[in-house]
């Protein structure tokens, strides 16, 4: 049997644009995709603490050392800059291997986006 379980997470990352004239997705500063264990294209949960929305995008990777947390598209329209989100992705996997598994979490400073 396989269960899906978190993989990564960033955990309370601000939000520093919302381009609604883009074909979608979320950038992300590639610091913290590393950091977090994340890639280009992988699929990924966003929750917004300041508005409860809740939906799932796909990453684009942002210039290294930026800080920038985009949401791009549609997905504009679920957040303001300044908002402080929630970055999740998960994983399907055995039963057994979930038990044991840890996930990649990231908390970054809320006020530069950078790794603590």
Excluded: W
């Amino acid at each position: 049997m396989f269960i899906e379980v978190v993989k990564s997470k960033i955990h309370r990352v601000t939000v520093t644009e919302a381009n609604l004239n883009y074909i979608g997705s979320i950038t992300v500063d590639e610091d913290l995709l590393d950091a977090a264990n994340l890639i280009a294209n992988e699929k990924v949960a966003i929750v917004n603490n300041n508005n409860g929305e809740r939906f799932e995008t796909y990453i684009i990777k942002g210039k290294r050392g930026s800080g920038v947390v985009c949401l791009n598209g549609a997905a504009a329209r679920k957040v303001q800059p300044g908002d402080i989100i929630i970055i999740m992705s998960y994983a399907l996997m055995d039963f057994e291997e979930a038990k044991t598994f840890k996930p990649s979490v990231v908390f970054p400073d809320t006020a530069t986006n950078k790794l603590i």
